[in-house]
């Protein structure tokens, strides 16, 4: 098939499952055609069957805002009619839904037709899609979309609960490759990070309100109290500067190390003990999962869809949102004794493992199939 891909290019979790999933599907030999402001931070170069287009929005005198839904969406027209695409599949609501939507509609008049598939991330429906000036148009794209998907039940959940939305939202979940993370952790950084044996709590975000980084902060003060430990801060963001501050002024900046952002997180997190995840809403939580596939457990917040990645008792513990007392003690009942610590890395792995790509991409491919044979069966076909 020949697919095009729209998402944000960022440090995003849903950029990143976006181009993994291009990537994997390259893999299988479709043809996929990334359509971003900016290459996407995991899409590498010269990779087979991959092609990437620039969303270029130029800087126009007249506009205080410049209109970038209206450029993605002649770029999505002007990509789909050259390269013959057979469907779009666009990541994050706002503004790809609608722009996808909008494209749809000019190659229609122009007697080309094509389905396009929006999968919903999380904040586009948690957060941003919930304030009233974005409503009618979120409600209007995901109810003409071809297809909808959520990462988690319990963004579906959501999706129905915040908006007037009637139809059909199937979920396919945010997957890993198990393989990437068999080997991931390294002794020399662990050995520079943790030069006195300490234990190694780590968080990755973009340290956002909704992420709750102070609390996280919170837990690493407490741990700290019962056993020699470091906590590693993976990203940037509007809280990271409180973070930092809560540190100086414990007196702990030298247990807290800011590594600020970074494309390949992976030996880093692999090479830590435990992963706290302390969001007020979690769609799914891909970066615990990643940690996950590492054998790093997770002590999380109970806040959507973390449940549905983190097994209570498994790979982590999950908590009240806000309750870093409970989040400190079960990081340190973790963290305790050589025999826990290896019982819940085992269960990290193998809770893991149902997210592996094998078990996910035939998902994705089985819904493409079905939407183009859909627009075919319809009558409507190029
Ligand atoms: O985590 C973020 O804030 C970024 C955001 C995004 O859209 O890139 O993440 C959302 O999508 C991820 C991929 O599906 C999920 O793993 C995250 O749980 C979700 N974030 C929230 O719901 C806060």
Request: charged letters at 20%.
């Amino acid at each position: 098939m020949r697919i095009g891909i729209v998402c944000y290019p960022t440090f995003g979790g849903s950029g990143v499952v976006a181009t993994e999933l291009g990537l994997a599907l390259a893999e299988e030999g479709h043809i996929v055609h990334f359509i971003t402001y900016d290459r996407p931070v995991r899409l590498g170069n010269g990779k087979a069957n991959i092609f990437y287009h620039e969303v270029r929005v130029s800087d126009y005198p007249l506009f205080d805002y410049q209109p970038y839904e209206l450029v993605l969406t002649s770029k999505l027209v002007d990509v789909a009619r050259h390269e013959r695409l057979d469907l779009l599949h666009v990541h994050y609501a706002i503004p790809h839904a609608s722009a996808a939507w909008m494209a749809q509609q000019i190659l229609r008049a122009q007697g080309i037709h094509i389905p396009f598939i929006t999968t919903l991330h999380g904040t586009d429906i948690t957060l941003v899609g919930r304030d009233p000036s974005f409503e009618p148009v979120i409600t209007f794209a995901i109810e003409h979309s071809t297809a909808v998907t959520a990462v988690s039940e319990s963004l579906r959940r959501e999706t129905f609960a915040h908006f007037p939305v009637k139809r059909d939202i199937r979920v396919i979940p945010n997957f890993i490759r198990m393989d990437r993370y068999a080997d991931a952790a390294d002794p020399v950084l662990r050995k520079r990070f943790a030069p006195n044996g300490e234990r190694i709590l780590v968080h990755v975000s973009n340290f956002r309100p909704v992420k709750r980084v102070l609390d996280v902060v919170k837990v690493f003060l407490a741990v700290r109290k019962q056993m020699p430990v470091r906590l590693l801060l993976i990203g940037d963001g509007p809280d990271r500067h409180a973070a930092e501050m809560m540190c100086r002024a414990n007196g702990t900046c030298n247990d807290v190390l800011f590594l600020g952002k970074m494309t390949e997180p992976e030996a880093v997190v692999a090479s830590s003990d435990l992963f706290v995840l302390t969001s007020e809403t979690e769609s799914f939580g891909l970066a615990a999962l990643e940690a996950m596939a590492s054998g790093v457990p997770v002590v999380s917040t109970d806040a959507g869809g973390t449940s549905e990645v983190v097994e209570n008792g498994v790979g982590g513990l999950l908590n009240a949102v806000g309750d870093t007392d409970a989040m400190a003690r079960h990081a340190a009942f973790i963290l305790g004794d050589g025999a826990t610590l290896e019982h819940y890395r085992t269960g990290a792995r193998t809770s893991a493992a149902r997210f592996d790509i094998a078990n996910v991409l035939p998902r994705y491919e089985a819904l493409y199939e079905q939407v183009v044979h859909q627009m075919k069966a319809d009558g409507v076909h190029q």
